[in-house]
């Protein structure tokens, strides 16, 4: 079974830093894609970044500048540093890993808190 662990949310003012961690188990498909989306209230779930395995990044447009996404595939991990934080950055964020084979797994969400 895919699981995704993911750590590192919590509260913090504007202008902080938090940096999320997630851990992606071992199946028997490589992952293609790892990447950070987030949800706040009464909102869709968003793409914030994304990394393929072969270290090509993707942000969405609100965090670049900000973020940085970053993988060790060794440890199936993604990491995603956030610098800058503002308060419309508060919402879950997930961790998403993209299988070769077509599995695509979600992690459980983390909270991230920014205030003003």
């Known amino acids: 079974q895919v699981q995704l662990v993911e750590s590192g949310g919590g509260l913090v003012q504007a202008g902080g830093s938090l940096r999320l961690s997630c851990a992606a188990s071992?199946?028997?498909?490589?992952?293609?894609?790892m990447g950070w989306y987030r949800q706040a209230p009464g909102k869709q779930r968003e793409l914030v970044a994304d990394i393929t395995s072969g270290g090509i990044t993707n942000y969405a447009d609100f965090v670049k500048g900000r973020f940085t996404i970053s993988r060790e595939n060794a440890k199936n991990t993604v990491y995603l540093q956030m610098n800058s934080l503002k308060p419309e950055d508060t919402a879950v964020y997930y961790c998403?890993?993209?299988?070769?084979?077509?599995?695509?797994?979600w992690g459980q969400g983390t909270q991230v808190t920014v205030s003003s």
């Open positions: 071992r199946i028997g498909f490589r992952i293609n894609v």
């Open positions: 998403n890993a993209k299988y070769l084979g077509g599995v695509t797994a």
